[in-house]
């Protein structure tokens, strides 16, 4: 019999389990062998959103074979890795910590500093991938420390989509990736409480992912930052599910909506590669509606709106 199941890339395994400490995402006891497992259980989507490390325990119950009663839903995987690196990578972060801003003029140049660096990812190109990264992960670690600049960041953001269209394709889909990123310290409604703030900038984060969508589908024509923008969008409908942020999640399901529609007019003019984030997007709300039924969220509106915007 022929395996059809495609290995993992050896850089994305090397990643996944450096981002988790090669350590179990659930239990988080060290010096267990650990596996790689596939969060939504398609052995072919390598995804590193939707991979997880385990230890054989955890992923015997995870997968229900030894019948240890319930399984654990992917939500709640999904919860387990969020959560455990988040606290990798701020642990880690420890170590390159500065000094807290403190006084206006700090704050203002810090700010000086964020719209600077932001403008300089909106001159770069594709070629710059690794100048990019730096950009972004430097942003996401001002994110661990100095949260409240995650408004200015957002905003400038939302400046450089807008200005450039982000005719490149590679920056599209990494600016779009690093967005989920930071809501990291959401991990579910158990261990933190969402707040007006982390509400207001989850709204932000939607407009800024519907500028990428919509302008790959659009004007640029390309699909793999659409693609990368709803798996965004997708990330967020889960904090939405967890923290029964019902508005938000209606705000996401409009958002897929106009970047369908982008997608078809871009079809209609012979740029028959768009048709696929149609599929794409009708595929993730078909997912939505299932993961609210499993979760048993009471969401009647939000079932209507997704039905209707699968037309």
């Known amino acids: 019999m022929v395996n059809d199941r495609e290995a993992?890339?050896?850089k994305t395994e090397a990643e996944i389990l450096f981002n988790n400490d090669h350590t179990c995402c659930i239990c988080r006891e060290k010096g267990k062998d650990v596996q790689i497992h596939h969060i939504d259980e398609n052995k072919n989507n390598n995804d590193?959103?939707?991979?997880?490390?385990?230890?054989?325990?955890?992923?015997?119950?995870?997968?229900?074979?030894?019948?240890?009663?319930?399984?654990?839903?992917?939500?709640?995987?999904?919860?387990?890795?969020?959560?455990?690196?988040?606290?990798?990578?701020?642990?880690?972060?420890?170590?390159?910590?500065?000094?807290?801003?403190?006084?206006?003029?700090?704050?203002k140049l810090f700010k000086f500093e964020i719209a600077k660096k932001i403008?300089?990812?909106?001159?770069?190109?594709?070629?710059?991938?690794?100048?990019?990264?730096?950009?972004?992960?430097?942003?996401?670690?001002?994110?661990?420390?100095?949260?409240?600049?995650?408004?200015?960041?957002?905003?400038?953001?939302?400046?450089?989509?807008?200005?450039?269209?982000?005719?490149d394709n590679l920056k599209a889909v990494?600016?779009?990736?690093?967005?989920?990123?930071?809501?990291?310290?959401?991990?579910?409604?158990?261990?933190?409480?969402?707040?007006?703030?982390?509400?207001?900038?989850?709204?932000?984060?939607?407009?800024?992912?519907?500028?990428?969508?919509?302008?790959?589908?659009?004007?640029?024509?390309?699909?793999?930052?659409?693609?990368?923008?709803?798996?965004?969008l997708s990330s967020l409908f889960d904090l939405c599910i967890w923290y029964n942020q019902k508005s938000i999640a209606m705000k996401i399901i409009k958002e897929m909506s106009k970047i369908k529609k982008n997608c078809l007019i871009t079809f209609e003019k012979n740029e028959k590669k768009l048709y696929i984030g149609v599929r794409k997007v009708n595929k993730t709300l078909e997912k939505f509606q299932k993961d609210i039924e499993k979760e048993k969220r009471k969401w009647p509106k939000v079932?209507?709106?997704?039905?209707?915007?699968k037309r």
């Open 8 to 10: 993992i890339p050896r």
């Open 119 to 167: 403008y300089e990812l909106g001159a770069l190109r594709d070629q710059d991938a690794v100048k990019i990264d730096e950009i972004l992960e430097f942003l996401n670690l001002l994110y661990l420390f100095e949260e409240h600049y995650t408004d200015t960041i957002f905003d400038n953001l939302a400046n450089i989509t807008i200005v450039s269209g982000l005719g």
């Open 48 to 107: 590193i959103k939707n991979l997880a490390v385990l230890c054989l325990n955890c992923h015997s119950v995870v997968t229900g074979k030894r019948g240890l009663g319930r399984k654990y839903s992917y939500l709640e995987v999904k919860k387990y890795k969020v959560d455990w690196e988040y606290t990798i990578k701020k642990n880690r972060g420890r170590t390159y910590q500065h000094a807290k801003t403190t006084t206006k003029l700090e704050k």
């Open 174 to 232: 990494k600016i779009a990736e690093s967005i989920p990123k930071y809501f990291y310290h959401l991990a579910g409604p158990d261990k933190v409480k969402i707040n007006k703030k982390d509400t207001k900038r989850l709204k932000n984060a939607i407009d800024l992912l519907g500028n990428v969508g919509e302008f790959a589908a659009e004007f640029n024509k390309k699909y793999r930052p659409v693609e990368e923008t709803i798996d965004s």
């Open 303 to 309: 079932i209507f709106e997704i039905n209707k915007s």
